[in-house]
């Protein structure tokens, strides 16, 4: 009852702010209809409907890292927080209260991307439906990742942090907007120690198919997701005792 | 009756002492204000009243549950209301309210009901559809102190509920916590004088984390030989000074 009370709070506060819809569906959403249309007139095989929608849906949710951790950064410079560890609220509904409302928003990201996918030509298969439920363990990653730059940076080195440097990684070493195999080396080696490469790769076997090639990809994804939520349990813990 | 008893309490941060071995006693439904200049230990005494920080040594105790050993039963009947202005921005006042409500596990009806009846009590009517970040400082502030009423708490703390306010919406405000009074054990920290003697039942006035004197303030000016509460208080804590 108060973790949904809070979910439903934070649920709010994220869907009323415009940026946060422009940048979380309309960003994405453009880069899909420009990107096609480029394969229209040059055709490369990266950025084919196929290969290019799970590259997109997984890129959209490190917007979701940077709205957890602007909300959570900004409760805590308002006092918000501190009002609430006041009242019997536990550190899991703190948690729950922070990482739930923003999953079925990465899942409402991820079905839009793929109906207009759809519209732009994509195969309507029941593999979308696949790719749709097997976000969430990706979306965990991001709200993780999310949660631990809210209960450490202010709200102003988030936008920083969160908007400039985490979505440039994300970009860069998830081989959504060049191949990876091109560049080579180091790149190639540290974007597979990575877990961007791991969950696009992920979407797109289960998208194409190719179920044997999902667990390869899913362990990292979900390695990297259990790490991060524990380390962003630990370190609001932390601030929570400290505010 | 007592709702408050600190024995003792004590408060260290490395090599620095915030608040010194604090005894003290309030009575239920009493207004205490707690004065000091800044860094004299008033916050962190709230913190650790409002179970935020565990004291170093020492224990109080509200209504009887310690602080040390019972924080959930202490929060049960307390509410704070933050120096900084702690709403929801992107909430509408109607909203924040159900938000405390939902926090404090209320079912639908009486969330309905105290919602109904704390916008009447503190005049919120006219806004409440209206968003919390639109709202003047005045307003956010009496959103605030309705955001900790609503639980119906025994005991609230007010951490310096008229800073920055204009006269009107403070003279507002201060109408409000007086119709507190008797009700409510009141705790408040202020750095205005003449808020801490219109509104206070007692006061404390703080310094270097311990309580220099404690009595009203009619009292403290007697013991300080002035007819300015002002100049009562410098007199005090200058004296410690020497």
Redesign the interface.
Known sequence: ??M???A??NA??IL??PLNLIFGLGFPLVLLILMNAIQSSIPVPLFELSRLVPGITVFGLSFMTLFSASLIA?DRK???L????????TPTDFILGYTLPVLPLCAAQCVICYAVAIALGLDMTVHILYAVLLIVPVSVFYIALGLLCGSVLSDKQVGGICGALLSNLSAWLSGVWFDLELVGGFFRRLASYLPFLHAVELERAVLAGNFEAILPHLLPVLGYAAVFLILAVVLFLRQMKN? | MEAIRLEALSKKYKDTVAVDSLSLTIRKGELFSLLGVNGAGKSTTIKMLSCLTKPTSGNAFLGGKSICREPADVKAQIAVSPQETAVAPGLSVRENLALMCGVQGFSRDRKRTKIAEISHQLGLDSVMEKRAETLSGGWKRRLSIAMALISEPQILFLDEPTLGLDVLARSELWDLIRSLKGKVTVILTTHYMEEAEALSDRIGIMRDGRLLICDTAEAIKRTAGTDSFEEAFIRIVKEVEK
């Open positions: 009852m108060r949904l009370a809070f439903k709070r709010l506060e009323r702010d900004k308002s006092a918000l501190c009002r609430l560890y006041t009242t019997k609220m505010s």
